[in-house]
């Protein structure tokens, strides 16, 4: 008997595995970043000191991010093609997965522009100080009210886009968790049932 295309199989499982690992990679890496990398130089006793030192541990886990990033697309395209059946049969799973797919990719614009304002803020932090400016900051994201005025702007700009990743990186995982339910049987007679009988 041959495999339908919603049948489980080793594949399935594998893409399933690869996308929640790295959605998992995604998450957590943003969320040590924001309460660990961001806040670790602030016993430093140079400003300066506290950007490099954030710009640094960025630097070195941009590529191991990126890579989850870019295996959570992969196979979630994977997973897209081995549920097309169910999602023209069961009601609102297309909807949900579509929903996904946008919370995803636009998950990944918002890294590409926190990863963007951090380069700023250090290339700005390196001028002012090779210039000779006291560059005097709380941390990497937080400016103090003698923060040279640039460098405080796009500290702010990385500051909410480093907090808005992690809701949408999280946003993906529940819905991903969301489409995983839609497999169950009962959810499946459910969803196929308002699908074919839109008034009952």
């Excluded at 961001?38 to 400003?47: E, I, M, T, V, W």
């Excluded at 803020?121 to 210039?131: D, F, G, I």
Aim: no cysteine.
């Amino acid at each position: 008997m041959g495999k339908g295309p919603d049948s489980p199989s080793d594949n399935h499982a594998l893409a399933q595995a690869v996308h929640d690992l790295g959605a998992a990679l995604w998450l957590g890496g943003a969320v040590m970043g924001v309460a660990g990398v961001n806040k670790a130089g602030r016993r430093l006793p140079q400003g300066i000191d506290r950007i490099r030192v954030a710009d640094s541990a960025w630097s070195r886990f941009g590529p191991v991010e990126w890579a989850g990033i870019a295996a959570m697309l992969g196979a979630g395209l994977r997973l897209t093609q081995v549920g097309k059946g169910r999602m023209a049969l069961q009601q609102g799973f297309a909807t949900a997965g579509m929903l996904k797919a946008g919370v995803g990719v636009l998950g990944a614009a918002a890294t590409a522009y926190s990863t963007y304002t951090g380069k700023k803020v250090a290339k700005l932090a390196e001028e002012a100080h090779a210039r000779g400016v006291t560059v005097d900051v709380e941390d990497a994201t937080v400016p103090s009210a003698t923060t040279p005025p640039e460098i405080a702007r796009w500290q702010k700009r990385e500051r909410v886009a480093q907090y808005v990743v992690p809701v949408l990186a999280g946003g993906n995982i529940a819905l991903g968790s969301y489409l995983v339910q839609s497999y169950r049987a009962g959810a499946t007679a459910k969803g196929v049932a308002h699908r074919l009988l839109p008034g009952r």
